[in-house]
DNA sequence: AATGAATGAGACTTCATTCAT
DNA sequence: TATGAATGAAGTCTCATTCAT
């Protein structure tokens, strides 16, 4: 997952079982002595390199969101758009699959994101501006690339996409968030193609 | 929202705070001492009342769910259904618009049970059998119905619900518990109810 | 002591062990820990009362310095000043006995207050106000009174004032606060008032 | 100010820090790791100097009054009062000259030193020996000298050193521990001078 | 000589809950 | 029914100190 910079083999640790108990039982149900103990740690480690319990979150979400989340999506509009996709269908499918894929690698740091991202609502504040800007506007670029190859046409941009998202939000969140040990199979992932692009078509 | 059965004042006051408090800032990051003090009443008077602080969130959220939610529920499919309906699209429109005022006046009490139930697992397997008796069973006979009217045919059921359902959850969820300051306009309802009939027709 | 406002018994255990304690070791080297097993308390018992260490603090300071400080002064200045106090030598003799035999009895909260009042400049700050008020302009006030009268004039009265004021400082925080055990003898306020008089007439 | 013995570049910084963060805030409320990092300095690298944060005190108390206060004691009474001094008005005005600047090129190091010594009852009492034995006793001898010049006859000696002392005390108290900011006018040491000696002669 | 990661005791504080009134 | 003083377990956080490098 690389949080860069030469993090010792505890604080590795720490931030692996805070990932779990935060992803199992929320943050604000999860005490620093709980997580010490299950990190093999002392409690006073987890604050010597982490200030607050409250900057343990932070160094847990920040990264994943600022450094991971674009790059890696700058891979899947890049190296997919760019290339061989040559229909929004396509793209969507290629998208999905990715972004499952993705998921399921970090699934509970996606879990700890989106709890909190619901729970907190000063989270969510700081939270906004990165996710409005990484996320919405690389999707509002797609969609005018496939645009001007002349799919999509004819639709109003901003109200069929907040729709889309509405429909991919509720998707990962049901499956990865509340749906712990849901299996997405390649079928429904088709059905979920399906029903997004005969949605936007209209 | 008659929560019935010989409340006193007080009980009113504390049940009425704590949907706030519990809506705003989560169960868990509210005190019953905070309760208490903004529904002038003392600390004592809640645990006279409702024993422990998780029994309070259940006074909230089971009333809600069990007699509630099922009877409105029931008001919906039954009125609604029972006579003037003819098409899908109809009812969908009256679902969302049914709902959204429901929910437009009950705001609170629903981020309270969409807070809790994706952040608390135990109380969501508590509350899932709830949850498919009422929703899901129900939905799916509505389907049915048009099924057996002739529309929606030839289409996989269980496959079709659960993109509905992504997309119905993600729409409450996204307009009323993220976006508390959120406005859905009458056209945003039409935009939803095609993107839905589009997408399930494919 | 009169802390007004109906006290609970173990608010006044809680006051009078911090007071002792305070007196002792100095605040900073106090735990709130050690406060309530010697009052007899659970720890949170204090903070239902006093919310933080500090205002525990603040709860014995203020009182003292606002209601009872200023009032005894009024009885000292009121009560001899007005009657039959006929020369600044006797005032000053009047003052040394009633402050001598005040602190006596309250002796642990002077220490308390001139300990912190040094260590904590933060404090400081904010007990500036009451002191220049109550005791710098009463004093002022006294001082009028004698120059109308007659006494000690052709004195610049700021400057003496401060020599007046370096010299009571230092008896009462030196008598009181570091030499604990001292005990003042009726022969050494004579010299302390014939060491001032003479220092002021010039 | 030669605190001698091969100190390396980063002893002194700690000492120096250390007067500094002692001085504002007091021994008890600084942290040695406030102190390494003002101090630029690994916490540890204090530890290996000093053992314990209670040496790095005594290393910066110590030696201020074992060595440099005697010594310039010394030089005080010496030199001064060996030559050209003829009357103990003329001695007080020297020592009081001196002695501001000495305090004012020292100021930290003395708060350090009054703050803990009013703080910290052990403290105090390690320390009063010295106190005694150099201060004292110094002062009795320069009593003691001009009395047999003639100077200030028939006074008890014990009852006015102590009023004596009083003042003193009070006056370097109050103003370099205090009142930090306070600039100390020739003419105030006039006024000082003048009180002191007509309090004395009585 | 110097570092800084790690510790664990203990500090202050919060909180759900109890109970006498 | 209602109160609010009191509790003590548990929470977050601080700190002097140790030790391998």
């Known amino acids: 997952m690389a949080n860069s910079k030469k993090q010792t083999v505890k604080q590795q640790k720490i931030i692996q079982t805070a990932i779990e108990l935060f992803a199992e039982k929320g943050y604000a149900n999860t005490s620093t002595a709980e997580i010490a103990k299950q990190a093999e740690v002392a409690e006073g480690t987890i604050f010597k390199h982490y200030?607050?319990?409250?900057?343990?979150?932070?160094?847990?979400?920040?990264?994943?969101?600022?450094?991971?989340?674009?790059?890696?999506?700058?891979?899947?509009?890049?190296?997919?758009?760019?290339?061989?996709?040559?229909?929004?269908?396509?793209?969507?499918?290629?998208?999905?699959?990715?972004?499952i894929q993705f998921f399921n690698e970090n699934k509970e740091i996606f879990q700890v994101l989106v709890k909190e991202f619901i729970y907190n609502q000063e989270l969510r504040n700081e939270l906004f501006p990165y996710f409005s800007e990484n996320v919405l506007l690389r999707f509002g670029k797609?969609?005018?690339?496939?645009?001007?190859?002349?799919?999509?046409?004819?639709i109003p941009r901003e109200r069929v996409m907040k729709m889309l998202f509405t429909f991919i939000g509720g998707f990962?969140?049901?499956?990865?968030?509340?749906l712990t040990d849901y299996t997405i199979t390649e079928e429904e992932i088709d059905d979920a193609v399906r029903f997004v692009m005969n949605g936007l078509r209209g």
């Open 51 to 99: 200030g607050t319990k409250d900057r343990l979150l932070l160094s847990i979400i920040v990264p994943y969101l600022k450094e991971i989340f674009p790059s890696m999506a700058d891979e899947v509009i890049g190296e997919i758009m760019g290339r061989n996709i040559a229909t929004f269908d396509e793209f969507l499918e290629g998208f999905f699959t990715n972004r």
């Open 142 to 154: 797609i969609f005018d690339h496939f645009q001007e190859r002349g799919e999509l046409e004819n």
């Open 172 to 178: 990962f969140v049901s499956r990865f968030v509340i």
